[in-house]
């Protein structure tokens, strides 16, 4: 254990010291404070003489403004934060010959593997943190609406499941740091891994549906059951795709509106009608029903990056050259 | 306790794949002697120093590094024996008393205590002038010796170095060489080096062992090895003619 907090305190004096961290907390504060003052001025504007709608508040992280709302740019963004922090952290050691140094000192091995990963997610931890304050501080002056026990408990939500998926990337830069000799190398893989299942995984996923399960262009119309079919699929697939997990549980978590069922296809005007005019927030409880599966998906895909990473390391020949 | 051995290795052998890096080895390492592990590069030399830190598992074999089994039980055996590792490496933006620092905590050392003992060795190697910069300034010879004074951080019994002099020049050389003389003699540490350079070796080792293609090919005291492979008569041996012998032999 002592190895573990020796090593995560340099680590984390590292990250506190270095440029890059600099660099994430300047981007983070500049988007906080764009965001917020954005949507909460927009709200503001919006809510002018109305009464307030229920969770005004978690508008603010929810709302997309003029650009993007901040659960888009965390899903987005976030894995490249966590990428950023775990890139070179097993072969800068490597390259400066410091490895087996380290390694020949009373530690056990998996020490440094664990201290380095949880100094990341500490990082992340406190980058999410603090913008989620930042936000929330702004939008209160902006807005003047406090957020009520449920708002917070579902942020705090929103917080864990943010820090599971960005530790998800940080375990795959972290991995491919071990993996890889080079830093540019393993910073081009995670940057591929990133492409690949954030945005390929998602055209392909309605490649795939159209294949496995076309929906018939002849006839009358359109056949509901391919439909579903169709829609079965591509969620499935594009399931796969962290990124996707994430927004998923994400959005339903923080806007109580939100309607699982969105494919309009299947939907006649009437219904379309109703739904808009009989809006109730889903309580907290049932929205965790439906997003504890996405929780879980997030822990096991970061615990079994993890695992992968520290068996990968465990197994290594430590060789100077 | 002068003749106690400090390391005792009993048909070491090391593969890699269908490759033998090391082959049988047999060696016993007696308290307070300084021991020149020789041999051409590749010889497998830094291998059996993996193998005897437990930074590396033997295929087959048993080793026993002061009293413990590095293979089993690697965390004693790192906490009194330090390793000096080819080109050793630092945090370049750290001065080199955050660098000992560092190592001192990892060695569970308080900091009340490392503070004086960083002082200390800095002293050992004559660096206390030069603690306040970055280590990414350091010249070659000033890092090797910075990794000394690292080492003897933990007070070990035991100390492997492994080419301490390589890319030195000269003067650097000298320093090094005392100095490793005056750990010995005077802390009454052992010392295994190992090393291609045998003019070196001669100079501060008790005893040599000649390493080739992973076999230990000989091992005793420069003048028994010299009274074996070149005849009683002579008395002007060097070292370098006794390991072409061995080399060409192998």
């Known amino acids: 254990m002592h190895g573990i907090f020796t090593i995560f305190r340099k680590e984390m004096e590292d990250h506190f010291s270095s440029i890059r961290f600099l660099l994430i907390s300047a981007l983070i504060v500049m988007v906080g404070v764009i965001i917020a003052s954005m949507v909460g001025m927009g709200i503001q504007e919006e809510s002018k003489g109305m009464a307030k709608p229920t969770f005004l508040f978690l508008w603010l992280f929810t709302s997309t403004g003029k650009l993007f709302s901040f659960v888009q740019f965390i899903g987005f963004f976030g894995p490249l934060i966590g990428i950023f922090l775990g890139f070179d952290s097993i072969n800068r050691e490597r390259v400066s010959r410091t490895l087996s140094k380290l390694l020949s000192q009373p530690i056990y091995r998996d020490s440094v593997i664990n201290a380095k990963f949880l100094a990341g997610v500490a990082i992340i931890a406190i980058v999410l943190v603090a913008i989620v304050l930042i936000i929330s501080g702004l939008g209160i002056r902006l807005i003047g609406v406090v957020p009520g026990s449920e708002e917070v408990f579902r942020l705090v939500i929103y917080l864990i499941a943010s820090i599971l998926y960005i530790a998800f990337w940080l375990g795959i830069s972290i991995l491919f740091s071990v993996i890889f000799r080079s830093t540019a190398t393993s910073a081009l893989a995670s940057l591929a891994v990133w492409i690949f299942f954030s945005f390929f995984l998602g055209l392909g996923a309605g490649f795939m549906a159209d294949a496995v399960a076309p929906i018939g262009q002849s006839g009358t119309g359109v056949d509901p059951s391919a439909v579903i079919k169709h829609e079965q699929v591509q969620r499935t697939i594009s399931l796969f795709s962290p990124m996707t997990l994430y927004n998923d549980a994400t959005t339903t978590i923080l806007d109580p509106l939100r309607k699982t069922t969105r494919s309009l296809i299947l939907m006649g005007p009437m219904e379309r009608l109703s739904l808009s005019r009989f809006q109730s927030p889903l309580p907290l409880l049932q929205s965790l029903f439906i997003v504890i599966p996405h929780l879980v998906s997030l822990v096991a895909i970061s615990f079994l990056c993890f695992g992968i990473c520290y068996l990968v390391f465990m197994r290594q020949e430590i060789r100077t050259v | ?250």
Do not use: W
Request: aromatic share 6%; glycine share 10%.
């Open chain 2, 1 to 250: 306790m002068e003749n106690q051995a400090i390391i005792e290795a009993e048909g070491l052998t090391k593969k890699y794949g269908h490759q033998i890096v090391v082959n049988h080895l047999n060696l016993q390492i007696r308290e307070g002697e300084v021991f020149g592990f020789l041999g051409p590069n590749g010889a497998g030399k830094t291998t059996t120093l993996l193998m005897f830190l437990g930074l590396t598992e033997p295929t087959s074999g048993k080793v026993s590094v002061i009293g413990f089994d590095p293979t089993r039980d690697p965390f004693h055996v790192k906490e009194k024996v330090g390793y000096l590792p080819e080109n050793v490496g630092f945090y370049d933006d750290m001065d080199a008393r955050q660098n000992l620092q560092y190592i001192a905590r990892l060695n569970r050392i308080p900091d009340k205590i490392s503070g004086g003992r960083i002082d200390e060795s800095l002293k050992v190697v004559d660096l206390i002038e030069e603690v306040g910069k970055k280590v990414g300034t350091y010249s070659k010879g000033m890092r090797q010796r910075l990794g000394i004074a690292e080492v003897l951080i933990k007070e070990p019994k035991l100390i492997f170095l492994d080419e301490p002099t390589i890319g030195l020049d000269p003067d650097g050389t000298n320093r090094m060489l005392d100095l490793i003389h005056s750990l010995s003699r005077e802390k009454n540490i052992t010392i295994f080096l190992s090393s291609h350079l045998l003019d070196q070796v001669q100079r501060i080792c008790d005893r040599v062992g000649i390493m080739i293609k992973g076999n230990l090919v000989a091992m005793g005291p420069i003048e028994e090895l010299a009274k074996k492979k070149l005849g009683v008569d002579k008395e002007d041996y060097t070292l370098e003619e006794i390991y072409m012998k061995y080399f060409k032999e192998a």
